[in-house]
């Protein structure tokens, strides 16, 4: 599969094809409910940028693990490295021309809002 932001200045390959894909999800987490993404998520040895890195930019917030990335050219989110797995990378379906997001199936819930991580012990 290949990404690309909106502009065309950031590319990326998948080495997973969509239909075996091991999980697509929703998040409820404060960025991802403003970000309204459905995300495919990979090993991060599936997920190689092939242009622009330099184009990337990097946010982090709360805790500081988790690493979010968007262009800097067209503010489109194009993956990020979850906290709770930090081997592996979450990416932005929308941004692959081959997928019709709204046409997905088995969508996985994950309640980002109530994360384990944030839990008193």
Do not use: W
């Not at 697509?24 to 993404?37: E, F, G, L, M, P």
């Not at 990979?42 to 184009?55: A, C, L, R």
């Not at 990020?80 to 081997?87: G, I, K, L, V, Y």
């Amino acid at each position: 599969m290949k990404l690309n932001c909106h502009c065309g200045a950031i590319e990326a390959e998948i080495n997973v094809p969509v239909n075996e894909l091991a999980k697509i999800v929703k998040c409820n987490c404060s960025i991802c409910k403003r970000k309204s993404a459905t995300m495919g998520m990979v090993k991060n040895e599936d997920f190689k940028i092939t242009k622009g890195e330099d184009k990337l930019k990097l946010y982090q917030f709360h805790t500081k693990v988790a690493k979010h990335y968007f262009c800097s050219e067209c503010g489109i989110y194009t993956h990020h490295n979850p906290r709770s797995n930090t081997a592996m990378t979450g990416f932005n379906l929308g941004c692959v021309d081959e997928v019709d997001v709204a046409n997905l199936k088995d969508i996985t819930l994950i309640d980002g809002k109530n994360h384990p991580m944030d839990q008193k012990k």
